[in-house]
């Protein structure tokens, strides 16, 4: 498989227009336990203009080994960035989509209190649907981006930056439960998750209205 190598294409053109862009991309949608989490990086002409820390990559494409590192480049290279989070009691309350929404808003509102300005600024999303802009409380322009994680550079940096986080947070959780073995799996479908769930049922962790004992194993 050719691995894509993110460029700035798409932010050096929409900064032509644009004062400034925040890059949002979410982790741990699928996930049965744990938040659903979305990274926000902001970047201007002049930090569009600067190389792309090498080896960026849509954190998928980046080894657990190497992401830490990768994601503290991609702070450094970025001019902010943050991490939004949805709960998952959230996502039982409102449904995944509507809590995608939440976390991408609060990823946004960190970077505002940073001192971003949403003047002259563009959200760009990866994917094919705006989910913040309805959620948001301040107006939003959001370009939605089918395969921007992969292909800008910027979401590449939003990407790692929040993958990181969450697989940090659900290590964090493993101590407290460690029958569903989160430091390794994260809170996604593994065989041993899955069968730690039959054996013990949910913690408060999980997504309980999801339909988690018949969901298909990703390890």
Known sequence: ??????RLTLERSLLKEFDLIIALDEVGRGALAGPVAVGAA????A?????????????KLITEKRRPAMAERARGWVLHSGVGWATAAEIDDVGIMKALGLAASRAVQ??????VSLERTLVI???????VSRVHPAPLLVRPVIKADRDCASV???????????DTLMASLHDEHPA?????????ASLEHRQAILELGLSPFHRSSWAIAGAPTLF
């Open 1 to 6: 498989m050719t691995v894509v190598a993110p």
């Open 42 to 45: 902001v970047i201007d002409a």
């Open 47 to 59: 930090g569009a203009r600067r190389r792309v820390p090498e080896g960026l990559r849509d954190s």
């Open 110 to 115: 960190t970077v505002v209190d940073d001192g």
């Open 125 to 131: 999303l990866d994917g094919n649907h705006d989910y």
């Open 156 to 166: 590449s940096a939003a990407s790692v930056i929040a993958k990181v986080a969450r």
């Open 180 to 188: 569903y073995q989160w430091e390794r799996n994260k809170g996604y």
